[in-house]
């Protein structure tokens, strides 16, 4: 499902399955056998390393964040989120971004500690929840750490 090219971004295509039948490609032969056919979407989708993203760029995402945190659990994240813009700007913040012609719908951060690596965040605008998007940040993300 993913397709990884060199150079410092990934590019991924949405499969839009024909008649609700799942994107089956890169399953080998039972893909064949079933004659249904996969319909690429026009988009461009890439990930992205988070440090190649302005500040500008996530402020969609992380206001919606922000919004998602204080309605469900009532919590103000308003100052962790001002503190990832200052990190991002000094190009210090390990991650990735999901971009979809030209607009960033998702990102995750991470850390690493010796052996360990820990995903500290994972976003993904509601539009673009159901689609594969967050699966490939995941995916990639943890290709990367």
């Known amino acids: 499902m993913v397709e990884t090219k060199p150079g410092p971004s990934t590019n991924l295509s949405l499969g839009v399955p024909v008649r609700g039948v799942p994107d089956l490609r890169g ?8 004659g249904w056919n996969t319909v690429t979407s026009l988009r461009s989708i890439q990930v992205v390393d988070l440090s190649t993203v302005a500040a500008p760029e996530l402020d969609d995402l992380w206001q919606y964040e922000v919004r998602l945190w204080h309605d469900r659990l009532l919590w103000d994240i308003s100052s962790h989120s001002a503190a990832l813009r200052r990190i991002l700007g000094r190009g210090s913040l390990p991650g ?5 012609n030209d607009r960033t719908v998702g990102y995750t951060y991470y850390g690493i500690a010796g052996h360990l690596g820990m995903i500290s965040g994972l976003v993904v605008l509601p539009d ?4 594969d998007v967050g699966e490939t940040l ?6 990367a750490m």
């Not at 995941?138 to 290709?143: D, V």
């Open 128 to 131: 673009w929840s159901q689609r």
């Open 138 to 143: 995941f995916k990639t993300t943890i290709h």
């Open 27 to 34: 399953h080998g032969k039972a893909a064949a056998d079933t």
């Open 96 to 100: 990735k971004a999901v971009q979809v």
